[in-house]
């Protein structure tokens, strides 16, 4: 499989960011990718006081450009995160949409960003966002795959119920900022890589140091082993890494870290009727 990660720059216009990932994807589609991913909330401008005014109902105008999009390419478009609203809350919300456009998965973020770091970041997405419930995973020609947004990578209970119930890969679209991230990126996607035995694939926002949100780039590709198989620095470009998601298995198999958890003595579930999957 080869996968093609957007680093995009997020403009203040919706519909610029639209176009401006429509010509990514074709260009990565161009270039033989099958799977290819947008950054966390590509669409505005990462600031809380955006993310009602620029947020659309399943279905909108983003929704329906970016399944076109997928069909005409051909291509597994996992199309980063957009506020969505819905009976009057705004989420934040990754869509998956499959080589013929069919949306096949969506993740809303389950972990909300408050934090107040001294002498660094201060952000609270719960002034504005609620939080999802579902443990999404979706099923590709290639294997299946779990979503996560950001945030969620920091909490492992969720990458470990998207190990357990099948995935083996990881997307993750995000925007850590330059507090967390020259300290945790590299280090969470390796950590949450080598604990589950799977692909990890974070895409991140190039970085805009004229916005008031400063993303730290540096998407990354890591693999079951915890090798970063490709990485960015903090521009726009588009990484490329191809790899085998079957390959997991192989790990596995030299080393059963699943198969060896004591579940006699400690177990994770999930709530009943709270999975998403195709």
Not at 55 to 74: C, F, H, K, M, Y
Not at 109 to 123: A, N, R, S, T
Not at 149 to 163: G, N, Q, V
């Amino acid at each position: 499989m080869k996968a093609a990660l957007i680093q995009m720059r997020t403009q203040k216009e919706n519909d610029a960011n639209i176009r401006k990932a429509c010509s990514l994807i074709e260009e990565a589609a161009g270039n033989g990718a099958d799977l290819l991913m947008l950054p966390e909330m590509f669409s505005c401008p990462y600031e809380t006081g955006n993310f009602r005014a620029y947020a659309q109902p399943d279905g909108g105008e983003n929704w329906t450009v970016l399944s076109n999009i997928a069909r005409e390419t051909g291509v597994y478009l996992a199309a980063g995160s957009m506020p969505e609203i819905a009976s009057g809350n705004v989420y934040n919300t990754a869509y998956v949409f499959d080589r013929q456009g069919r949306q096949i998965a969506k993740h809303r973020k389950m972990h909300l960003f408050d934090v107040d770091i001294e002498g660094g970041q201060h952000f609270h997405e719960s002034e504005t966002l609620t939080a999802g419930d579902q443990v999404t995973l979706f099923d590709t020609e290639f294997g299946r795959m779990g979503l996560m947004i950001c945030f969620d990578i920091r909490f492992p209970e969720l990458a470990r119920l998207l190990a357990l119930g099948g995935a083996d890969v990881i997307l993750v679209p995000a925007a850590f900022n330059m507090t967390t991230g020259p300290a945790h990126w590299e280090l969470a996607f390796r950590s949450r890589a080598v604990d589950n035995q799977v692909f990890m694939l974070g895409c991140s926002p190039a970085r805009d140091m004229e916005s008031s949100y400063h993303a730290y780039g540096n998407s990354l590709a890591v693999s079951p082993w915890g090798d970063v198989l490709a990485r960015l620095d903090e521009r726009e470009a588009i990484l490329y890494c191809e790899f085998r998601p079957g390959d997991t298995e192989k790990i596995r198999r030299q080393m059963p870290l699943l198969n060896a958890r004591r579940t006699d003595i400690y177990d994770l579930t999930w709530s009943v009727g709270k999975i998403e999957s195709s």
